[in-house]
């Protein structure tokens, strides 16, 4: 895992020092190593910090040339399959003087040109310069698990793995993008290519982009998509799905646990990080180290015994980290290392078993796209009660029940998103799930902004793969393609790669993905009363049979009980010193009134107060 940053202008790009100070603020991607280069016309830079985990001889050493020095890329991630794309390209020509895993994707592109990005599994973000053609090239992996911010502007491209790089530079600008502010207050990120930052974005999950440095052009195209959903009338026998899961999993933890580090799994306790940990126990021997934090005395938040019973079934050497609620302190830090606002509060026990695990390990294993894949989260049967609900209670009367709650009941309160959900017509329903702020909210909250009636995020979500056959493949995609990829992605990237540790998923085998979304049929991902059918069933034979598999828990903590303490003191120390250009300071008094009294709104109030450190430390202004 690596920190990439470069520039390219037909009129030249800055000198070296200066090039260097902003890699460097990369470092803690990579504090093995430090790379940089630039063309001999002066108009192409790239540069490199390394974290060594295959090959950790200088060969590795980025930035990496062709044989022919036509050739020049940056890469951070793992190409799992550069075992087998190496003996494949040998087959064609190709020779290697290296163990690594970033010469195959020189030799790769030497073969393929662009189409190397088809062959590829594995977790990426790479960019390219092919002096022949006069071009960059680059690509972001198929579920985004990698990071990759750039800005084109006034005959410039210049990208880079987080975007605190590219603000090292004093003539960036640090003004609100309005449209992903908004897109913020609706879900809690910024979506697909959004940048909280006017005049950045964000290169989306499967695209490839080209930019021809003399013509100042920049290109972008999609390489892969999920695939069509299977007809659910003909679909594959159960046991022969089984299998195929089975096999699937087993080939991508076989394929993740390739490294020249010490490996860990991080075990949460919930079905996906403990059929990894059954994996590796099965290809990984008795070198197996899993790891879990806990919340003593927070009941469903405590992972620890669960976590210590499936560690014992599997004899992995088994490390627990107790965390508690002091950890306050960590959130103006987490601020700026995310560069972006992002909502999620179980950023910060992420961020605690990374640092644990980084003590024992440099890659780690973890369970994150489960969920998405096979239907995991409580929303998926909802979804299919609400498909019931509709067949039975006339559209008028939903409507009516919908209006009467939508005004009666004010945001926050206990089964009001509930109820709208069901009241409401499907695009709108699917639209309503998982959102901090609706329009109106919004409108209040941040009155002075252009944006503040636009619906511009719910309506991504009202119309995406609404071509699908049937709702749940079609929550289940747009969970895929949004709150996976820039929530949870996010999240496990920037907690685990401000301790210099590299997370895989072998859940996001692109191979996994596919057999999912096209070959899994609704039957056996979820129905109105049990989810993530298919997983489940291959845990019935391999997990301790005193596990609860109905259980769902991933790292999270206990922000509720914790707002009662030190955190519900920063929360409003912060907030009542918000910028008044931006929020409305009765509308957030009244939030912080309504938590109080027994309301919902710590998640709400978490998200706006991320928003405000964040501003505050990269001083972002409306214009």
């Known amino acids: ?142 579920a985004g698990e990698k990071p990759f911010f750039y800005r084109h502007q006034g005959g410039r491209f210049a990208f880079a793995s987080e975007l605190k790089a590219l603000l090292a530079d004093s003539a960036a600008g640090r003004h609100l993008d309005l449209e992903a502010f908004n897109s913020y207050l609706a879900y809690g990120y910024a979506g697909f290519d959004q940048c909280m930052l006017k005049g950045f974005r964000k290169l989306p999950a499967a695209h490839s982009f080209t930019y021809r440095v003399q013509e100042d052009e920049f290109r972008i195209r999609r390489y892969w998509e999920l695939p069509e959903p299977p007809d659910q009338r003909h679909a594959p026998d159960t046991e022969s799905l089984l299998e195929e899961l089975e096999g699937l999993l087993q080939d991508s933890v076989r394929r993740q646990l390739i490294a020249d580090v010490p490996v860990g799994i991080l075990l949460s306790g919930g079905i996906d990080s403990s059929l990894i940990t059954a994996m590796a126990a099965r290809v990984g021997g008795s070198s197996v180290h899993t790891f879990t934090i806990s919340f003593p005395g927070h009941g469903s938040y405590d992972e620890g015994p669960i976590a210590k019973l499936v560690a014992a079934h599997f004899g992995t050497t088994h490390t627990e980290l107790v965390a508690d609620a002091a950890s306050v302190d960590l959130l103006p830090i987490l601020a700026r290392q995310f560069d972006e606002p992002m909502a999620d509060s179980s950023m910060i026990p992420t961020y605690l078993v990374s640092k644990l695990v980084r003590r024992h390990a440099t890659v780690a294993l973890g369970g994150d796209g489960g969920d998405e894949l096979f239907a995991g989260y409580h929303h998926y049967s909802w979804i299919k009660q609400q498909e019931r609900t509709r067949s039975v209670v006339p559209r008028p009367v939903r409507r009516a029940i919908g209006a009467v709650t939508e005004k009666a009941l004010p945001v926050g309160f206990k089964g009001r998103n509930r109820i709208l959900g069901y009241t409401a017509d499907l695009d709108e329903s699917l639209a309503r799930w998982g959102i901090f702020f609706d329009r109106e909210a919004r409108a209040r909250l941040a009155p002075s902004l252009a944006f503040a009636t636009s619906d511009a995020p719910e309506r991504w979500k009202r119309t995406a793969f609404r071509e699908r056959a049937t709702t749940l493949q079609r929550a289940t995609a747009e969970d895929f393609a949004s709150y996976m990829t820039d929530d949870i992605l996010v ?58 598999l109905r259980r769902k828990q991933g790292f999270s903590i206990p922000l509720d009980a914790w707002f009662s303490g030190p955190w519900g003191e920063l929360m409003e120390d912060t907030l009542r010193g918000a910028d008044p250009a931006i929020f409305d300071q009765r509308e957030i008094d009244g939030l912080l009134r309504a938590q109080r009294s027994g309301r919902a709104h710590s998640n709400r109030l978490f998200a706006l107060t991320i928003f405000e450190l964040w501003r505050r430390e990269y001083g972002v202004t409306l214009e």
């Not at 260097?20 to 603020?25: E, F, H, L």
């Not at 093995?32 to 002066?42: A, F, P, T, V």
């Not at 790239?46 to 980025?62: N, T």
């Open 491 to 548: 999240k496990v990237d920037r907690a685990s790669m401000l301790n210099s540790l590299e997370v895989r998923a072998p859940w996001l085998d692109y191979r996994l993905i596919e057999f999912a979304f096209g070959r899994v049929p609704d039957r056996l991902r979820a129905s109105s009363s049990a989810r993530k059918i298919l997983p489940r069933r291959l845990a019935a034979r391999l997990l301790p049979k005193s596990v609860d």
């Open 1 to 142: 895992m690596c920190g990439i940053l470069g520039f390219a202008s037909a009129g030249g790009v800055a000198d070296d020092l200066a090039i260097a100070r902003q890699r460097d603020t990369l470092r803690h991607r990579g504090p093995d190593d430090e790379g940089l280069w630039r063309s001999s016309d002066n108009r192409i830079s790239f540069s490199h910090r390394r974290l060594s985990i295959v090959d950790l001889s200088c060969g590795g050493h980025q930035p990496m040339a062709s044989p022919d020095g036509a050739v020049h890329v940056v890469f951070n991630g793992e190409l799992y399959n550069y075992l087998d794309l190496r003996d494949e390209l040998r087959g064609l020509g190709a020779t290697f003087s290296t163990a690594s895993d970033t010469e195959v994707l020189l030799a790769a592109y030497a073969a393929w040109g662009e189409r190397c990005v088809e062959h590829f599994n594995g977790m990426y973000a790479f960019v390219l310069h092919d002096a022949k053609r006069g071009i960059l090239f680059g690509a972001r992996d198929r």
